[in-house]
């Protein structure tokens, strides 16, 4: 796939990731949070075995060899969702979302800065350092009430 595909996928992924907290959160007042998270993830869980059982290419027992925190993007995973469904509600899914972004941003730049995880290492410049104090600035203005 070509870069403004895989951009444009991305802006679409942003759209759902900004959606789902407050889907969740409206199924929460129905059978509680943490079993939000779970009906969330169980439903994600069978949507994904049927993609990989229609389109998979990888193999699975190759799982036997990943290191142990390779294991943890589920749990990261139960905890942000968890964490969006208790917060979206008392602080509206805008607040949340700008506190996301700018979480994600910080850390996207460590994990970039540092090359962890085997990644490229990108520095963090002035300029990028800046970017990320503009959106800190804007999500302050928009968790502000």
């Known amino acids: 796939m070509n870069n403004p595909t895989l951009i444009l996928l991305m802006l679409c992924g942003g759209m759902a990731i900004a959606v789902q ?17 779970m009906v969330s993830f169980g439903v994600g869980t069978l ?48 607040a949340v979302m700008a506190t996301i ?6 850390a996207g730049a460590l994990l970039d800065h540092y090359g962890l995880f085997g990644l490229r290492q990108l520095p963090l410049t002035p300029l990028r350092l800046a970017g990320m104090l503009l959106l800190a600035g804007g999500a302050a203005l928009v968790i502000r009430r």
């Open 47 to 94: 949507a994904l075995l049927m993609v990989v059982l229609v389109t998979g290419r990888g193999n699975l027992r190759g799982i036997t060899t990943a290191d142990w925190w390779e294991l943890t993007g589920g749990f990261l995973g139960a905890f942000f969702v968890t964490l969006t469904i208790i917060c979206v509600p008392r602080l509206g899914t805008a």
């Open 21 to 37: 907290p407050s889907i969740n959160a409206r199924l929460a007042q129905k059978i509680g949070p943490l079993e939000s998270s």
């Open 101 to 106: 972004i700018t979480g994600q941003l910080v």
